[in-house]
């Protein structure tokens, strides 16, 4: 099993809301990741969770909280955004942080109205 | 710096037709390559991944990749396309930070 799941698929958000998406996967992998990707365009890191301790955050706006609970479940926490982060955010995972092949999820369509 | 090129935006082949979308990589030493795909408003799938040893990697879907050390590069191809191949494929690399470092992408137009 090779699955990411990322759940909502589409999530249409005030810029007064806060929600969270969420990623879940099986595989046993212990590195995890947040993209954002633009139309037309590859996807963006934003934050890499290594055993479950937040590694890499690319410079991503405060606006913007990842939280790895547990080592099958990585969310993020939306609040206050705006409609230039409407995007498709994508959850990835690998075996380890370097080294191994990153799975993808199906992403969630982000629109901010 | 690392980075991943890929020359061609956009690809236009018949179907049947043989592919092979182009990939050059800039790293120092022997990088981790892979070539992922995706469908519009999906998310990345990940054809093959090259890591050491053989230099010709076989994919999922009849792809395969030559990796070329001297000339940098890292191709993708298939030798008979089908209009089910039409999509976004991104060729990429993680150095030694483990970080993906993607190409712009190169969309693949199918004739029937």
């Known amino acids: 099993d090779t699955e990411v799941t990322q759940t909502p698929k589409h999530l249409v958000m005030g810029m007064t809301n806060k929600k969270s998406l969420k990623c879940e996967q099986h595989?046993?992998?212990?590195?995890m990741y947040w993209y954002k990707q633009k139309a037309k365009k590859p996807p963006e890191l934003m934050f890499v969770?290594?055993?479950?301790?937040?590694?890499i955050n690319e410079s991503v706006p405060s606006r913007f909280s990842p939280e790895c609970p547990n080592s099958s479940l990585l969310n993020l926490h939306l609040h206050a955004l705006q409609p230039e982060d409407s995007a498709l955010y994508l959850c990835?995972?690998?075996?380890?942080?370097?080294?191994?092949?990153?799975?993808f999820g199906q992403g969630t369509r982000l629109t901010v109205v | 710096a690392q980075s991943v090129t890929q020359p061609d935006i956009h690809i236009t082949v018949s179907e049947g037709a043989s592919l092979e979308l182009r990939c050059n990589y800039s790293?120092?030493?022997?990088?981790?390559l892979f070539w992922y795909v995706q469908s519009p408003g999906q998310g990345l799938q990940l054809l093959l991944k090259?890591?050491?040893?053989?230099?010709l990697v076989q994919g999922i879907k009849g792809f395969e990749a030559e990796f070329k050390r001297s000339q940098s590069s890292f191709n993708l191809r298939k030798p008979s396309v089908h209009w089910s191949d039409a999509a976004e494929y991104f060729c990429?690399?993680?150095?030694?930070?483990?970080?993906?470092?993607f190409g712009q992408g190169t969309t693949l137009q199918v004739k029937p």
């Open positions: 969770y290594s055993y479950e301790k937040l590694s």
């Open positions: 990429a690399q993680t150095g030694n930070t483990g970080k993906l470092i």
């Open positions: 090259y890591f050491s040893g053989d230099t």
């Open positions: 990835a995972s690998s075996q380890k942080e370097r080294g191994t092949e990153a799975f």
């Open positions: 790293y120092g030493a022997t990088p981790y």
């Open positions: 595989m046993g992998h212990r590195a």
